[in-house]
Nanobody, 127 residues
Framework: QVRLVESGGGQVQAGESLRLSCAASGASFGSYAMGWFRQAPGKEREFVAAIWKFGDVSRYSDSVKGRFTISRDNAENTLFLQMNNLKPEDTAIYYC????????????????????WGQGTQVTVSS
């Protein structure tokens, strides 16, 4: 089992940047594929980005591609999300999540694929 704790959220102006972190504990972090999801008020939780357990493959939603970068440090048991050129529509609670997968496939974008979730961190972008 793995425990996930997000940090780094806050309130920024449009065009600014934030870096989210997700600290993992309790199990071998390097065994898990990791993802970032977000949920805005009144909306369903949506996929943002995912990264394979070795850190060599990543995927992004179209809405953040080119602005956000997902990365991980397996030695430090930490997942990151660098968010640049933030827009008001990026406002949401951001969650990190983990799942054990034998191979990288399209399930990375589905909330149902993930076994463990953090409590979330709020990101608010004002215009």
């Amino acid at each position: 089992q793995v425990r996930l704790v997000e940090s780094g959220g806050g309130q920024v102006q449009a065009g600014e940047s934030l870096r989210l972190s997700c600290a993992a504990s309790g199990a071998s972090f390097g065994s898990y594929a990791m993802g970032w999801f977000r949920q805005a008020p009144g909306k369903e939780r949506e996929f943002v980005a995912a990264i394979w357990k070795f850190g060599d493959v990543s995927r992004y939603s179209d809405s953040v591609k080119g602005r956000f970068t997902i990365s991980r440090d397996n030695a430090e048991n930490t997942l990151f999300l660098q968010m640049n050129n933030l827009k008001p529509e990026d406002t949401a609670i951001y969650y990190c999540a983990a799942y054990i997968a034998l191979a990288w496939d399209s399930s990375y974008s589905a909330t149902s694929a993930y076994d463990y979730w953090g409590q979330g961190t709020q990101v608010t972008v004002s215009s």
